[in-house]
Nanobody
C-alpha cells in the first residue's frame, strides 16, 4: 500500500523560499515519475512540476525559473525547492506518483497515488 506524505509548507512572506518534501512508503519509486501539483482555494488542481525516473524535469510555465523538483531515490523522497514565493503561489501542494508510466505527465488524472497535501501560504 503506497503512502505519500508531504511536509515543509508553512506561512511565509513574499520573496521567501521553501523546500517541500514528499516521503513515500510502501513502494520503491525508482522507476516512477513523480509530480507536484497545487490547488488554490476555488481553483482546480494544477500541475506545477514533474520528474521522471531519469531525472528529467518539467515545469508549468507559471513556476518556471522559481521551482526546482528533485528526487532522492535511495530515500524514496521527492523535493520541491521554491524561491521568490509570490502570494499567488498560495495553495495546498500535493505530491503524486504515477504507477504505470515511465513518462512525466501533466494531467492529474494520470497519477495513481496522492499525498494529503501541505499548505503553503504566502503573505504580501
Amino acid at each position: 500500500q503506497v503512502r505519500l506524505v508531504e511536509s515543509g509548507g508553512g506561512l511565509v512572506q513574499a520573496g521567501d523560499s521553501l523546500r517541500l518534501s514528499c516521503a513515500a512508503s510502501g513502494r520503491t519509486f525508482t522507476k516512477n515519475p513523480m509530480g507536484w501539483f497545487r490547488q488554490a482555494p476555488g481553483k482546480e488542481r494544477e500541475f506545477a512540476a514533474g520528474i521522471g525516473p531519469s531525472g528529467i524535469t518539467y515545469y508549468a510555465n507559471s513556476v518556471e525559473g522559481r521551482f526546482t523538483i528533485s528526487r532522492e531515490n535511495a530515500k524514496n523522497t521527492v523535493y520541491l525547492q521554491i524561491v521568490s514565493l509570490k502570494p499567488e503561489d498560495t495553495a495546498v501542494y500535493y505530491c503524486a506518483l504515477d504507477g504505470d508510466s515511465w513518462l512525466v505527465r501533466r494531467n492529474s488524472d494520470e497519477y495513481d497515488y496522492w499525498g494529503q497535501g501541505t499548505q503553503v501560504t504566502v503573505s504580501s
